[in-house]
Protein backbone atom coordinates (compact mmCIF):
# COMPACT_ATOMS: atom_id res chain seq x y z
CA UNK A 1 0.00 0.00 0.00
CA UNK A 2 0.85 3.89 0.23
CA UNK A 3 3.41 4.56 2.25
CA UNK A 4 2.45 7.77 4.45
CA UNK A 5 4.75 10.26 5.26
CA UNK A 6 7.41 9.62 8.28
CA UNK A 7 6.81 12.62 9.74
CA UNK A 8 3.26 12.90 10.01
CA UNK A 9 1.88 13.95 13.29
CA UNK A 10 0.20 11.44 15.31
CA UNK A 11 -2.72 10.86 17.67
CA UNK A 12 -2.14 7.54 19.57
CA UNK A 13 -5.29 6.67 22.09
CA UNK A 14 -6.48 3.40 23.76
CA UNK A 15 -9.47 1.79 22.23
CA UNK A 16 -12.90 3.36 23.72
CA UNK A 17 -11.64 6.47 24.07
CA UNK A 18 -12.71 9.43 22.59
CA UNK A 19 -10.15 11.15 19.80
CA UNK A 20 -9.99 14.95 18.88
CA UNK A 21 -8.09 15.58 15.76
CA UNK A 22 -7.30 19.13 15.14
CA UNK A 23 -6.64 21.17 11.93
CA UNK A 24 -5.78 25.05 10.92
CA UNK A 25 -6.64 26.39 7.85
CA UNK A 26 -5.57 29.55 6.15
CA UNK A 27 -7.99 30.47 3.58
CA UNK A 28 -11.13 33.05 5.27
CA UNK A 29 -13.03 32.54 2.24
CA UNK A 30 -13.58 28.91 2.69
CA UNK A 31 -16.75 28.11 2.69
CA UNK A 32 -16.73 24.29 2.71
CA UNK A 33 -14.65 21.71 5.39
CA UNK A 34 -14.64 18.08 5.01
CA UNK A 35 -12.39 15.48 6.99
CA UNK A 36 -11.48 12.15 5.17
CA UNK A 37 -10.21 8.93 6.83
CA UNK A 38 -7.32 7.27 4.43
CA UNK A 39 -6.51 3.66 5.33
CA UNK A 40 -2.97 2.39 4.14
CA UNK A 41 -3.03 1.39 -0.40
CA UNK A 42 -6.28 3.43 -0.03
CA UNK A 43 -7.69 6.51 -1.41
CA UNK A 44 -9.58 9.07 0.77
CA UNK A 45 -13.04 7.80 2.12
CA UNK A 46 -15.68 10.83 3.15
CA UNK A 47 -16.35 11.04 6.75
CA UNK A 48 -18.15 14.23 7.42
CA UNK A 49 -18.70 17.16 5.86
CA UNK A 50 -19.43 21.18 7.44
CA UNK A 51 -20.40 24.08 5.52
CA UNK A 52 -19.04 27.60 6.85
CA UNK A 53 -22.62 29.08 8.12
CA UNK A 54 -22.28 25.87 11.08
CA UNK A 55 -20.18 25.57 13.59
CA UNK A 56 -20.95 22.17 14.79
CA UNK A 57 -22.71 19.23 12.94
CA UNK A 58 -22.63 15.47 14.10
CA UNK A 59 -22.39 12.16 12.56
CA UNK A 60 -22.46 8.56 13.88
CA UNK A 61 -19.72 8.68 16.10
CA UNK A 62 -18.10 11.70 14.46
CA UNK A 63 -18.92 15.34 15.13
CA UNK A 64 -16.84 18.07 13.49
CA UNK A 65 -16.65 21.84 15.00
CA UNK A 66 -15.79 24.61 12.89
CA UNK A 67 -14.14 28.04 14.32
CA UNK A 68 -14.42 30.61 11.58
CA UNK A 69 -12.42 32.78 14.30
CA UNK A 70 -9.37 31.61 14.50
CA UNK A 71 -9.59 29.21 11.44
CA UNK A 72 -9.91 26.08 13.40
CA UNK A 73 -11.38 22.71 12.17
CA UNK A 74 -11.52 19.81 14.81
CA UNK A 75 -12.73 16.18 14.20
CA UNK A 76 -13.68 14.24 17.65
CA UNK A 77 -14.10 10.24 17.11
CA UNK A 78 -15.92 9.08 20.09
CA UNK A 79 -15.07 5.33 21.60
CA UNK A 80 -12.39 5.31 19.09
CA UNK A 81 -12.16 1.36 17.67
CA UNK A 82 -9.04 -0.45 16.16
CA UNK A 83 -10.95 0.18 12.75
CA UNK A 84 -10.31 3.84 13.21
CA UNK A 85 -6.77 3.51 12.95
CA UNK A 86 -6.01 5.22 9.49
CA UNK A 87 -4.75 8.99 8.40
CA UNK A 88 -7.06 11.14 8.89
CA UNK A 89 -6.95 14.83 6.31
CA UNK A 90 -9.50 17.71 6.53
CA UNK A 91 -10.01 19.50 3.37
CA UNK A 92 -11.49 22.97 2.76
CA UNK A 93 -13.17 24.27 -0.36
CA UNK A 94 -12.59 28.47 -1.26
CA UNK A 95 -15.82 30.14 -2.61
CA UNK A 96 -16.17 29.97 -6.32
CA UNK A 97 -14.09 26.90 -6.51
CA UNK A 98 -14.68 22.82 -6.63
CA UNK A 99 -11.08 22.19 -5.68
CA UNK A 100 -10.16 21.18 -2.74
CA UNK A 101 -6.87 22.44 -0.20
CA UNK A 102 -5.78 19.42 2.11
CA UNK A 103 -4.45 19.86 5.06
CA UNK A 104 -0.92 17.52 5.75
CA UNK A 105 -2.67 15.04 7.92
CA UNK A 106 -2.53 13.01 11.22
CA UNK A 107 -1.74 9.74 12.18
CA UNK A 108 -4.07 8.17 14.34
CA UNK A 109 -3.53 5.23 16.16
CA UNK A 110 -5.63 3.02 18.57
CA UNK A 111 -4.19 0.93 20.93
CA UNK A 112 -6.26 -1.81 21.70
CA UNK B 1 -22.84 1.80 -7.45
CA UNK B 2 -18.98 1.41 -8.96
CA UNK B 3 -16.69 3.13 -7.45
CA UNK B 4 -13.68 5.38 -8.99
CA UNK B 5 -11.17 3.09 -10.26
CA UNK B 6 -7.63 3.60 -11.24
CA UNK B 7 -5.08 1.70 -13.07
CA UNK B 8 -2.32 0.97 -12.92
CA UNK B 9 -2.41 0.61 -9.14
CA UNK B 10 1.83 0.76 -9.22
CA UNK B 11 4.01 1.79 -11.64
CA UNK B 12 7.86 1.77 -11.79
CA UNK B 13 9.30 3.49 -14.80
CA UNK B 14 13.04 5.40 -15.00
CA UNK B 15 13.53 8.27 -15.33
CA UNK B 16 13.05 10.20 -18.45
CA UNK B 17 10.44 7.17 -19.58
CA UNK B 18 6.89 8.40 -20.02
CA UNK B 19 3.46 7.33 -18.17
CA UNK B 20 -0.29 7.20 -18.79
CA UNK B 21 -2.66 6.90 -15.87
CA UNK B 22 -5.77 6.26 -16.10
CA UNK B 23 -9.21 7.01 -14.00
CA UNK B 24 -12.48 5.81 -14.55
CA UNK B 25 -15.39 7.53 -12.82
CA UNK B 26 -18.37 6.71 -11.23
CA UNK B 27 -20.69 6.74 -13.90
CA UNK B 28 -23.08 9.83 -14.45
CA UNK B 29 -20.49 12.01 -12.28
CA UNK B 30 -19.34 14.98 -14.55
CA UNK B 31 -17.23 16.80 -11.83
CA UNK B 32 -13.72 14.40 -12.28
CA UNK B 33 -10.30 15.76 -10.58
CA UNK B 34 -6.56 14.86 -10.25
CA UNK B 35 -4.97 14.96 -6.73
CA UNK B 36 -1.32 13.83 -6.23
CA UNK B 37 0.41 13.24 -2.46
CA UNK B 38 4.20 13.78 -2.71
CA UNK B 39 6.55 12.27 -0.66
CA UNK B 40 4.15 11.88 1.82
CA UNK B 41 2.95 15.34 2.02
CA UNK B 42 -0.23 16.44 1.56
CA UNK B 43 -2.86 15.83 -0.90
CA UNK B 44 -2.33 18.41 -3.61
CA UNK B 45 -5.13 19.53 -6.15
CA UNK B 46 -3.69 19.21 -9.70
CA UNK B 47 -6.85 19.72 -12.28
CA UNK B 48 -10.86 19.37 -12.47
CA UNK B 49 -12.78 18.57 -15.53
CA UNK B 50 -16.54 18.93 -15.89
CA UNK B 51 -17.42 16.70 -18.50
CA UNK B 52 -14.90 16.83 -21.35
CA UNK B 53 -13.64 20.52 -20.63
CA UNK B 54 -11.11 21.23 -18.54
CA UNK B 55 -12.40 23.46 -15.57
CA UNK B 56 -9.53 24.36 -13.22
CA UNK B 57 -5.52 23.17 -14.33
CA UNK B 58 -4.00 25.69 -11.80
CA UNK B 59 -2.06 22.67 -9.70
CA UNK B 60 -0.84 21.32 -12.80
CA UNK B 61 2.75 21.54 -12.01
CA UNK B 62 4.36 22.03 -15.85
CA UNK B 63 3.48 21.20 -19.26
CA UNK B 64 5.48 17.53 -18.90
CA UNK B 65 1.65 16.40 -17.33
CA UNK B 66 -1.05 16.21 -20.00
CA UNK B 67 -4.58 15.38 -18.67
CA UNK B 68 -7.53 14.50 -21.12
CA UNK B 69 -10.95 13.39 -20.64
CA UNK B 70 -11.97 11.81 -23.87
CA UNK B 71 -15.80 12.48 -24.42
CA UNK B 72 -16.35 12.99 -20.93
CA UNK B 73 -15.99 9.71 -19.37
CA UNK B 74 -12.28 8.33 -18.43
CA UNK B 75 -9.49 10.36 -18.18
CA UNK B 76 -6.01 9.52 -18.82
CA UNK B 77 -2.94 11.88 -17.02
CA UNK B 78 0.15 11.29 -19.18
CA UNK B 79 3.81 12.25 -17.35
CA UNK B 80 6.15 12.74 -20.02
CA UNK B 81 9.19 12.74 -19.61
CA UNK B 82 9.08 11.78 -16.17
CA UNK B 83 11.46 13.05 -13.05
CA UNK B 84 12.31 12.06 -10.21
CA UNK B 85 10.23 14.41 -8.14
CA UNK B 86 7.20 13.29 -9.92
CA UNK B 87 7.30 10.01 -7.30
CA UNK B 88 4.12 9.48 -5.58
CA UNK B 89 0.05 8.53 -5.60
CA UNK B 90 -1.71 10.05 -7.93
CA UNK B 91 -5.70 9.75 -7.16
CA UNK B 92 -8.93 10.52 -9.37
CA UNK B 93 -11.72 11.64 -7.78
CA UNK B 94 -15.26 12.51 -9.24
CA UNK B 95 -18.58 14.07 -8.58
CA UNK B 96 -22.01 14.27 -9.40
CA UNK B 97 -22.86 18.25 -10.42
CA UNK B 98 -23.77 20.31 -7.55
CA UNK B 99 -22.27 17.84 -5.47
CA UNK B 100 -18.84 18.43 -3.58
CA UNK B 101 -19.32 15.11 -2.23
CA UNK B 102 -16.02 13.64 -3.93
CA UNK B 103 -15.44 9.93 -4.18
CA UNK B 104 -11.98 8.68 -4.26
CA UNK B 105 -10.35 6.20 -6.55
CA UNK B 106 -7.54 4.13 -4.55
CA UNK B 107 -5.09 5.58 -6.23
CA UNK B 108 -1.66 5.00 -8.28
CA UNK B 109 1.40 4.72 -6.57
CA UNK B 110 3.87 6.19 -9.06
CA UNK B 111 8.10 5.11 -8.95
CA UNK B 112 10.41 7.31 -11.18
CA UNK B 113 14.05 5.52 -10.65
Known amino acids: GESVGLHLPTLSVQEGDNSIINCAYS??????FIWYKQESGKGPQFIID?????DKRQGQRVTVLLNKTVKHLSLQIAATQPGDSAVYFC???????????FGSGTRLQVQP | EAGVTQFPSHSVIEKGQTVTLRCDPI?????LYWYRRVMGKEIKFLLH????????ESGMPNNRFLAERTGGTYSTLKVQPAELEDSGVYFC???????????FGSGTRLTVV
Open chain 2, 93 to 103: ASSRTGSYGYT
Open chain 1, 27 to 32: NSASDY
Open chain 1, 50 to 54: IRSNM
Open chain 1, 91 to 101: AEKGTGRRALT
Open chain 2, 27 to 31: SGHDN
Open chain 2, 49 to 56: FVKESKQD
